[in-house]
């Protein structure tokens, strides 16, 4: 993990005045984009925060700067930053180790295409080494929704109990509503040994996601592909290798 950095300037008895209340603002500013999701409009984050327009956008360049945010890459807005996982990381003790985001940043030298890796530790959909050049949107709410996206389904897949009883919310107009269907699909993970989502989650989305194994087999999480809808296809040969292969060099490392 990147080491927190300390910026050089005056001791703490210079903290005073209105950089008290700075701070708050940028840290509400965070919790705005963490509450609403990535791809959230300056000024959707200005009025959650209760921070006037022109603050807001002068903040927002300081935290995108420092990394705490990022830009999507059509400038719709704001998404978390590396230092924020980072951040998270620490507090949930779920960083992941120095050789899974060896293996993951060397993977992202050879796609094209958003690479990131989830654990499935106590049944939960949890990303542990996230690609920080392509941040998805609604990549956040993917844990939410698993019958919407392809490492929900390869979740949903290995772990039957875990499978919804409840009504499958839409969210989007491609997304499996019906419990049939979406059994008939979790068995054709199991057979193939890869889920896939078009533009289940998102619209104009597609991505792969092939399970990663432990030392005995089981399967402990995933690594997630994701790039344009027509893409991203299990029809891909080549891509789909690169999946399983990268996911078979991190055998034993979640």
Known sequence: MTPIRRRAGNDDASFSGQQPGAVQKALSMLEAVAHLGPGTSARDIAAFA??????????????????????????????????????????????????????????????????????????????????????????ALLRHFLHANALGKLLLAHHPRLRPASALPAVTEHTIRDHGVLDRELDHVLQTGYAYEDQEALVGRAALAVPIRDETAHVVGGLYLHGAARRITPDDGGLLRFALDGASRLTGRL
Not at 59 to 87: C, H, K, Q
Not at 89 to 105: D, L, Q
């Open 50 to 139: 209760g921070v006037p327009s022109a603050t807001a956008y002068r903040m927002l360049n300081l935290l995108v700067a420092d990394g705490y945010l990022v830009r999507m890459p059509d400038l719709s807005g704001f998404a978390l930053g590396r230092r924020t996982a980072e951040l998270a990381y620490a507090a949930n003790g779920s960083a992941p180790s120095s050789s899974v985001h060896k293996v993951a940043e060397d993977l992202r030298r050879h796609t094209r295409f958003g690479l990131h890796i989830a654990s499935f530790a106590d049944g939960r959909l949890r990303f542990v080494d996230q690609d920080p050049d392509h941040d998805a949107v609604g990549i």
